[in-house]
């Protein structure tokens, strides 16, 4: 097991999701993670594919060789981000002519990549490198009681053909379980698996503001204590958007948005300033003094 | 009404739609799609059949931007066909064409000038800091290169 990573931002983390790298910072150090930090790494190439795949490809392959030339493979925090750069490094680290047509454009930024770099998404480390049995045994807040709801996003396990299939694309379960670490209940809910709409919302805002609504006034009818996200561009949808799709949908929804490391947090006894839920923009005071009211352990 | 009977060639050309050929109409793809659930603009079968008939002017149209990319279809398609990769193709071809929506053609523009989707300054390396988290470089100036010259020269944007 490698527990040393090249950590990747991405677009979205430093611009609009800091309570996402603040809490997974938080929590890769208490399960013995270590993240390296490349201050070069660009956008990962994700959206520019639409528009020029090449350019994407040489974009992914410069943030490749730059984690390959220290020797690291990458944690992405970012669903899209890790989609993009272990697709680019799939078609990378199999076909030498291609890397060879790649490395020429690489020469720009004086680097080159000679395909040995692999990506990973920060929760598949958790669930299949570091084990559910650690990080159960890291909780000292047990969840008992509380019902969170997994959105897997799209890019976390798809296409499936890059990321080894660790799970299953139509009935995924690390998630759940990962959630369910914590002691809380991971509710089934009908269309889990669907997509926040989030790359759309440049083209139709109103087409994805329909979808982000649809499966919020699900988890609305469910009652659940939050949402569960593991991808910034999600949960731009779901939180940052959620006032915007209650006006489109005429619902009120005013349910949290929690990434999968501020819940770890919570439930390893950390502080809401810590794990950046001042910066939710849905609030989750309520939540957090449930939480730490010791009302989970007194149900459980 | 354009017809291009090679269309079907030129694209299965192009990395993603390689399987393109494969397809025998099945709709698997469009059964769970979930932008066709809402909107019935977007029907990737459809989008298939036309470009193996050559119609061309699926180029020009919205429906190949109303992909989310999910995965879905490419995911089930039992004839292989890289159905999300394909429509990145054609998105491909389509902007080559000088077709695509403000929008996206924005994104592109934000990634070459500043390396991100969104521009970081000195004031947001001020705010990590503040917070304890590491400086981030701001300026990528070489990012710009590797664009191709066509995107450099003006903002292209569809005519609707």
């Known amino acids: ?9 991405g677009c979205t983390i430093p611009a609009r999701g800091r309570n996402y790298e603040m809490s997974a910072r938080q929590v890769a150090r208490r399960l013995d993670v270590e993240f390296v930090d490349i201050a070069e790494f660009c956008c990962c190439g994700f959206p520019v594919k639409s528009t020029f795949q090449k350019t994407a490809l040489v974009l992914a392959g410069r943030n490749l060789a730059l984690a ?4 690291l493979d990458i944690c992405a925090l970012c669903s899209a981000c890790a989609s993009s750069l272990a697709e680019s490094a799939h078609q990378l680290n199999h076909n030498e002519e291609l890397r060879n047509e790649i490395n020429m454009e690489l020469a720009n930024f004086g ?41 897997y996003g799209c890019h976390y396990l798809k296409p499936s053909e890059y990321f080894g299939r660790f799970d299953s694309p139509e009935r995924p379960r690390s998630l759940d379980a990962l959630i369910e670490a914590t002691g809380a209940e991971a509710v089934q809910y009908q269309d889990k698996l669907q997509c926040c709409g989030g790359s759309v919302l440049a083209v139709d805002e109103n087409l994805a503001f ?10 609305k009818q469910e009652g659940v204590d939050a949402l569960i996200s593991i991808c910034p561009f999600c949960t731009v949808m779901y939180d940052d958007n ?36 001042q910066m939710n923009k849905v609030k989750t005071r309520t939540l957090l003094e449930r939480i730490e009211s010791g009302e989970a352990i007194r149900s459980g | 009404m354009s017809r291009k009977p090679d269309f079907k060639y030129i694209l299965s050309q192009i990395h993603g739609a390689e399987n393109l050929l494969n397809c025998y109409a099945c709709g698997t793809c469009t059964a769970g799609c979930p932008v066709r659930a809402l ?43 890289k159905i999300t990769d394909l429509i990145v193709a054609l998105r491909n071809l ?22 991100r989707l969104y521009e970081l300054s000195d004031f947001d390396n001020k705010k990590r800091e503040k917070l304890g988290l590491p400086v981030l470089q701001i300026s990528f100036k070489e990012v710009a290169q590797v664009f191709p010259e066509h995107s450099k020269s003006k903002d292209k944007e569809t005519e609707k």
């Open chain 1, 210 to 219: 329909q979808m982000a609504g649809d499966k919020l006034s699900r988890l």
């Open chain 2, 39 to 81: 909107d019935e603009r977007y029907n990737p079968r459809k989008i298939i059949r036309m470009v193996i008939l050559g119609r061309t002017e699926i180029l020009a149209g919205d429906e190949i931007w109303l992909c989310t990319s999910c995965y879905t279809c490419q995911e089930r398609c039992p004839q292989d066909v």
């Open chain 1, 1 to 9: 097991m490698n527990d040393r990573y090249a950590l990747f931002l």
């Open chain 1, 68 to 71: 390959e030339q220290r020797g």
């Open chain 1, 242 to 277: 959620q006032k915007k799709i209650e006006s489109v949908i005429e619902k009120e929804l005013g349910i949290p948005v929690l990434y999968l490391t501020q819940l770890f947090g919570l439930a390893m006894g950390l502080g809401g300033k810590e794990l950046g839920l």
């Open chain 1, 111 to 151: 680097l080159n990549y000679n395909g040995k770099t692999n990506v990973y998404h920060f929760t598949r480390i958790l669930y299949e490198f570091v084990g559910l049995d650690k990080i159960k045994a890291s909780i000292t807040r047990e969840l008992n009681g509380f019902r969170f709801a997994a959105h």
């Open chain 2, 94 to 115: 389509a902007v080559a064409e000088g077709h695509l929506p403000p929008g996206i053609a924005m994104q592109s523009k934000f990634v070459a000038e500043f390396g």
